[in-house]
């Protein structure tokens, strides 16, 4: 089956750094995004990797390791605004989305 | 670049009405678009896929009659949501593909139904 394993909740503080991890079992493999939703609205689309590595853009970094099925986020400077939930979305072999809960990111004062 | 919009993003109707809810590609070509629906502190539920000039795929356990899904252009795709019923409130968020990266989904801005 697919399925995606993402911490349910992470408290972190204003400032600081935050990593949130996500393994993954498709059935196929092409690419992984991850999109931030905040509370009574749409995602909005961060990331996208299909290659092993690192892709930073701004203050949000996106790692791939596709022989391990895992990824992470990296959200650096952390502000207020960046309380939100962080969705981690494989694509599968027939170029759809998997979707699971996603990490809810509390960030503190 | 890559804008989604959609209308209306409120909507309150009596139970037996017809719902349209309308997405729309506003900087790019959408060659698919997908509708979704999402209940409170849920993980999102994909409903179907539409593409252009073609009929749309509907994930198992979505009526199809229920949920009429029509793709006419390359920017616009329309989800009426026939003979609603208090069961059918929900977040409904339609996104589209087409722009870049390529395989990106940019998702609008959804749209609240409740039915009373």
């Known amino acids: 089956g697919q399925n995606i394993d993402q911490p349910t909740e992470m408290t972190a503080t204003e400032g600081a750094i935050v990593q949130i991890n996500c393994t993954y079992q498709?059935?196929?493999?092409?690419?992984l995004f991850w999109y931030q939703q905040h509370a009574g609205e749409a995602p909005t689309f961060l990331s996208y990797n299909v290659l092993d590595g690192l892709e930073e853009k701004g203050r949000f970094s996106s790692f791939l390791s596709r022989s391990k099925g895992y990824s992470y986020l990296l959200l650096k400077e952390l502000q207020m605004k960046d309380s939100a939930s962080y969705l981690c979305?494989?694509?599968?072999?027939?170029?759809?989305?998997?979707w699971g809960a996603g990490t809810k990111l509390i960030i503190k004062p | 670049g890559a804008v989604v919009s959609q209308h209306p993003s409120w909507v309150i109707c009596k139970s037996g009405t017809s719902v349209k809810i309308e997405c729309r590609s506003l900087d790019f070509q959408a060659t698919t678009m997908f509708w979704y629906r999402q209940f409170p502190k849920q993980s999102l539920m994909l409903m179907a896929t539409?593409?252009?000039?073609?009929?749309?795929?509907?994930e198992q356990g979505v009526e199809k009659d229920k949920f009429l899904i029509n793709h006419a252009s390359l920017t616009l795709s329309t989800l009426t949501v026939t003979s609603a019923h208090p069961e059918d409130s929900s977040f409904y968020i339609c996104?589209?593909?087409?722009?870049?990266?390529?395989?990106?989904?940019?998702f609008g801005p959804g749209t609240r139904l409740l039915v009373l």
């Open positions: 979305a494989p694509m599968d072999s027939n170029y759809q989305l998997i």
């Open positions: 498709t059935s196929g493999f092409n690419g």
């Open positions: 996104s589209a593909r087409g722009g870049q990266p390529q395989e990106t989904q940019y």
């Open positions: 539409s593409n252009e000039g073609s009929k749309a795929t509907y």
